[in-house]
């Protein structure tokens, strides 16, 4: 590693640079998923644009492996490189929102919550997470999954242009005139092209508040009451996202739904969901669309250790059903089972053209999830093979995977979230601005002949 090099990094930033041993470094390596205990051998603590442009050059000058941090929601740590150099976008996390024209100017090291709270003091919305400590960049480059999906479409869809650091350090915005073939690998194509210094997303009147109803039914009806709720999602309106679960113990089976808008209008579909059957316990509420951003904030907590996986399912036939309430198990019991959900898809998801975006999927009926989370490191190589056995279970009705849900690395798990032809595409878009694989910590692209 060159000293000098870093030394000359660390005068010309307006952040600040981080070694081993230095006052914050020790947080500024710490992630989201406490499994991650990797040591950069430096940290850029961005100030802006120009600080990102300068640790690039400087990386590849010295060959400091780049890793990216933002919201560090990677289950992998990709944000943070063993004895590499990471650059930190989280001090860039600064909105600006234009309410007359409902733009959203987003830089690169926001928060979800940040951007939430910004557009929802003019009564606007975009489409983002479930989980408000997710970062903006992370989030919408793989696509962007959220409550305003159905009718606004994914993250990615509304943005309007990005600014970029390219493996070269040079500073670019892509946008549907600008660098085009560039917009549409970054609508979908994950961290592989650059760092995404600010974004500007577009925003609609979604107003401030929501509806959401869950109802609880014994497991020994799951199979009846997942059939009925699947129908009902068939021909529901966009404003309800329709979400299902199974809790740890697998007692009880949830369905139910988001609502975005009027509250009232969104009570009217309660007869039919509680026509499917007479729950043992009911949960209807309204909340502020910011309190239904922040409501799996606790869940998906820093500092615990985590496991994530994800399958979109085209259709959900009875024979996904049992495969859903089983979990890998013969009979739905077992020490350590995770929690699974289902989230629905289609509405203006499914509207943008296949060959308009990056992202892939777009067919989707539902996504499947698997998420759990716990403390004790002893217990990772138990609580990692009953959530894959769950994920594998998904496979035969599974149509491909959320890239940002990628917990196995290589060619392989990144063919399985792209379909070949996009993957094609993808790849001459990396040879040709990423030829030398500089930005390789995430689900990985391989430029031609790298």
Request: proline share 5%.
């Amino acid at each position: 590693m060159n000293e000098t090099s870093l030394t000359q990094l660390s005068g010309q930033l307006d952040g600040e640079l981080l070694r081993p041993g230095a006052p914050g470094y020790d947080q500024a390596r710490t992630v989201w998923n406490a499994m991650v205990d990797h040591h950069p051998a430096a940290i850029v603590r961005c100030a802006g644009v120009a600080d990102v442009a300068a640790a690039v050059r400087t990386a590849r000058e010295t060959g400091l492996e780049i890793g990216v941090r933002c919201g560090g929601h990677s289950v992998l740590g990709h944000s943070v490189p063993d004895g590499g150099l990471m650059i930190d976008l989280t001090p860039m996390g600064g909105v600006t929102v234009d309410p007359a024209r409902r733009l959203a100017r987003v830089q690169g090291g926001t928060l979800l919550g940040a951007l939430d709270v910004a557009a929802q003091a003019h009564g606007l919305a975009t489409t983002a997470g479930n989980v408000s400590h997710t970062g903006v960049g992370g989030l919408t480059l793989g696509g962007g999954m959220g409550w305003l999906a159905r009718q606004y479409g994914l993250s990615c869809d509304n943005v309007e242009s990005y600014e970029l650091v390219t493996a070269t350090g040079e500073i670019v915005r892509a946008s549907a005139t600008e660098h085009p073939d560039l917009y549409w690998g970054l609508r979908g194509g994950g961290g592989n092209f650059g760092v995404v210094t600010e974004f500007v997303f577009r925003l609609h009147p979604t107003g401030t508040r929501t509806l959401l109803a869950e109802l609880d039914f014994p497991s020994d009806r799951g199979l009846e009451v997942l059939a009925g709720w699947r129908d009902l999602n068939a021909a529901a309106p966009r404003r309800a996202t329709f979400t299902a679960g199974v809790g740890g113990t697998g007692a009880t089976v949830t369905v139910g739904y988001v609502w975005v808008g009027d509250p009232d209008e969104g009570r009217g579909l309660l007869p039919a969901l509680r026509g499917l059957g007479r729950p043992v316990d009911e949960r209807v509420g309204e909340l502020s669309y910011v309190e239904l951003q922040t409501r799996e904030d606790a869940i998906e907590r820093h500092a615990i250790r985590h496991y994530n996986n994800g399958r979109y399912l085209r259709d959900f036939p009875d024979a996904a059903i049992e495969a859903f309430l089983l979990r890998g198990t013969p009979d739905g019991r077992g020490d350590f089972l995770p929690g699974v959900g289902l989230q629905a898809w289609g509405g203006a998801i499914a509207e943008v053209g296949d060959d308009d975006t990056a992202f892939g999927h777009r067919t989707a009926v539902f996504e499947w999830g698997v998420g759990i989370g716990w403390t004790d490191p002893a217990e990772d190589d138990a609580r990692l093979t009953v959530a894959r056995r769950a994920a594998a279970a998904m496979d035969p009705y599974a149509s491909g995977v959320y890239v940002n849900s990628l917990t196995d690395r290589g060619a392989e798990a990144v063919r399985r979230a792209y379909p070949p032809a996009k993957l094609a595409r993808l790849t001459r878009l990396k040879t040709a601005w990423d030829p030398d694989n500089v930005f390789h910590l995430n689900a990985n692209i391989r430029p031609d002949a790298a």
